[in-house]
């Protein structure tokens, strides 16, 4: 049985750029020696947008370009990406049906033991990743590192654990 981390969108826009936060930039040499420590295989995420971003829903929604692909603020943080040992998934939307859907076919072949994620936004993309996977392999171990991540706001981080709390995803 393996264990698998995954990277959620530690992208320069999510850190120290467009959409950056203290908190953010607070858990990179946390989420460093995560992966450096982690004793199995690490998939990372990347959001990813197009030019065209404004024109989207979410880009309606939250009209402030980020992650265009790339643009500097796309790039996963540099200190992090030097870990990084497989291409990243691309997703362009909060959760990643590609990563779930690869994580479910992994498991049919081999029964993965529990899933870690770690990452940005713990409110938006984390809590959709999370909740995606365990929809997908409900009786796999999920985990969210809350240590690793950071939120939005802090409310809305520790909303997002709550939330994940209630869905069986074990926060630590």
């Known amino acids: 049985m393996k264990d698998f981390l995954i990277v959620v969108d530690m992208q320069n826009d999510f850190i120290d750029g467009a959409l950056g936060t203290e908190e953010s930039v607070d858990i990179v040499p946390k989420v460093i020696n995560k992966i450096k420590e982690f004793d199995g295989e690490v998939i990372f995420t990347r959001d990813t947008h197009d030019k065209n971003y404004l024109q989207t829903l979410e880009g309606k929604n939250l009209p402030i370009e980020h992650c265009i692909k790339n643009t500097y603020g796309w790039e996963i943080k540099k200190e992090i990406d030097e870990l990084r040992l497989t291409e990243p998934i691309d997703k362009v939307t909060f959760g990643s049906d590609e990563l779930a859907l690869a994580l479910k076919e992994r498991n049919s072949k081999d029964r993965i033991n529990s899933i870690t994620l770690i990452g940005l936004c713990t ?34 981080h520790n909303n997002a654990l709550e939330a994940m709390k209630a869905c069986q995803i074990n926060i630590v």
């Open 123 to 156: 409110d938006i993309c984390v809590i959709s990743n999370a909740l995606l996977i365990k929809s997908f392999l409900p009786e796999v171990n999920i985990i969210v590192d809350s240590k690793c991540c950071a939120g939005v706001t802090k409310e809305s």
